[in-house]
Structure formats: C-alpha cells, structure tokens
C-alpha cells in the first residue's frame, strides 16, 4: 500500500521521490494485474470522485471517470459552467459542500489558485486535474512510461520542445523529483516560469537530477531518450493561435529534429496533439511514438494516485 503525507496532489511539489517512484510502481502492478486477471480489487467500494471540468477533456475525463470504477467507485462528471460555481457561488462554499457528499474532487480549471483555494477548504483530497500553471497527473503517467521504457530514471535524458506551459511545468518538478534529465527549448517570450524552474533545480541538488532551460531545440534534443513536445496554443489561448503559430515554428518536433536525439529516442506527447504544427505525423505516427502507451498510462498512474490518496 501507498500512503501520501499530503491531503491534495495539486502539482507534485507536495509529493517525496520516494512517493513518486511508489505510485509509479503501484501503477505499473495495477496495469499488470488487470491485464493479466481482468480486474482490479474494490479497494474504492463505495467511493465518490467528483470532477470538476471548466475546460475540455477525452483522456483525463475518462481515465479518472474510468478508474474508480475499476477500483469499486464512481466517478462523478460536474460540468463547471452547470454547477452552481458558474453562477457565482464561492469555491470555498463549493469545497465545504462537496466534502459533505463525496470523498475526493478532481477539477480541471484555468488559475491554479483556484485549486489551491478548493483544496484549502476541502476536508477530502483535490486532484488537479490540469491548470494553466500545472498538469500533475500527466507527468505522473509521463513518467511511468520512461520507467517502463527503461528501468530507471538515472542518466535518462527527457527533452522537451516548445511552450514552457503546464505540461512543461509538471514535467519539471516531477523529472526533478526523480532524477531525470531534463532538457527544455523553449522560444524567447514563452519559457516556463522561472519561479517553477528555480523550484526544480533546488529539488535537483537533492536528487541528481539535471535541469536545463534553452532556447535552441537542436541543443535541448541532442542525446535525449526521450523527445516530448505539447500544444502551441493552450487551452484559454485560443485568441493568441496565429502569432503563436509564428513564434513557435522553428520548434516543430520533425525528421530533421529528431536526428540529433539518440537513434532508439521514444515521442511523447501529452495529446491532443496538431499534426503539422508542433509535431509532424511521421514523427507522431511513426515507429518510435509511444503517445498512445502514455495516454494509456494515464488511467494507471490515476488508479495508484486515487487509492494512494482514498484507502
Ligand atoms: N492530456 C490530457 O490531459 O488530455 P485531455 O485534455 O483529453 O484530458
Ligand atoms: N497544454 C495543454 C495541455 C492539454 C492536455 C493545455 O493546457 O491545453
């Protein structure tokens, strides 16, 4: 069993390395016996899940919705704008009603102050289920998928190309955790928040990790295991698309990039993903793409989080 110190898991700064690599581990035995056995035991019987989305989702939505019922709960989809939330009703009001009914709340909103804010004034544990500052829960599948791919986390090399956006934000405290490698290029004017970047260095001393921000591609990817890119235009940017469009294209993760990343390099990408924007579909299609194992993977590292945080 995975016991977490931490009530909430809002951006993976709260967890140890120890309780990283223990969800990793409990993820990838919950994946083993279910494909093996065809099911998970009830650990969750009785459980509730709310999940709050102000955004869109496919794999968040489902995977979470999906894994408490493999784990004997039910997760509850709450549309944002239809709850009473949308019409004004505090999130502190919001956080001490929903601990009167259900047992954990997921939300995926825009300010991570507002998740910090349900978090504080909820007696039951808040997954963050995606900010405009954080993706947790991502980085957590992330990981387990380089864990799977290579044993270890030691000397591995992650780079990542493109906006220095939640997803890069996550993969940085969580690669930072481990003792990844992790490599950022990211064009000038859209480089991950420096508060966050000096916050994974610090952990970094501590673990060994390597916490590099550049702005040349080419020098982030070259000997990376593994090449991971995101969106240009995030959710909530949508006005924003065409100058970024612009500013991002000499970071377009294609054919030409990919030579400089060791020769049995694995893509990942959070997805959804643009093909011919930030990624080409040789590279994303192609015999090297690991997105679908990662996006599977996030109904594993869900399920250890879910029973980490709810046992
Ligand atoms: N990667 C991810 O969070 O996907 P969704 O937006 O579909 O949940
Ligand atoms: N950076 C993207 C990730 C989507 C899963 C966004 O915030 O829209």
């Known amino acids: ?59 968040t939505r489902v995977s979470f919705e999906t894994g408490m019922l493999h784990l004997g709960g039910h997760g509850m989809f709450l ?14 009001d919001t956080a001490k009603v929903l601990s009167q ?13 507002k998740v910090a804010e349900l978090a504080k004034h909820a007696a039951i ?17 992330d990981l387990q998928t380089i864990y799977e791919e290579k044993g270890t986390f030691e000397g591995v090399k992650l780079t990542y190309v493109g906006d220095g956006n939640n997803v890069l934000h996550s993969l940085l405290i969580g690669g930072a955790k481990v003792g990844l490698h992790v490599a950022a290029a990211c064009p000038a004017g859209y480089e991950p928040n420096e508060e966050i970047v000096n916050t994974a260095k610090e952990i970094a001393k501590k673990t060994g990790a390597v916490i590099e921000v550049m702005e040349n591609p080419q020098a982030a990817v070259q000997g990376a295991d593994f090449l991971y890119t995101d969106v240009w235009t995030s959710m909530g940017q949508e006005e924003e698309a065409a100058k ?8 377009q993760v294609n054919e030409q990039l990919v030579q400089w990343a060791k020769p049995d390099y694995k893509f990942l990408h959070c997805l959804p993903a ?33 029973a980490a945080l709810l046992q």
């Open 1 to 59: 069993d995975v016991k977490l110190k931490a009530k909430d898991v809002l951006t993976l700064e709260e967890l140890s390395s120890e309780e990283i690599v223990s969800l990793i581990q409990l993820a990838v035995q919950l994946k083993k016996q279910r494909a093996e056995t065809g099911s998970n035991p009830n650990v969750l019987q009785g459980k509730v899940l709310a999940m709050i989305f102000d955004k869109s989702s496919t794999r």
């Open 274 to 306: 643009h093909r011919g924007e930030e990624v080409t579909a040789e590279v994303i299609d192609g015999p090297q793409s690991a997105v679908f194992e990662q996006a599977g993977n996030r109904l594993h590292a869900q399920k250890a989080v879910l």
């Open 244 to 251: 970024r469009l612009q500013d991002f294209a000499a970071y």
């Open 79 to 92: 549309s944002g704008k239809e709850l009473q939330l949308g019409r004004g009703e505090t999130i502190e």
């Open 125 to 141: 544990p808040v997954i963050n289920g995606l900010t405009d500052g954080h993706h947790p829960c991502q980085a957590l599948a």
């Open 101 to 113: 009914y259900v047992d954990a709340i997921m939300i995926r909103t825009f300010e991570h102050e």
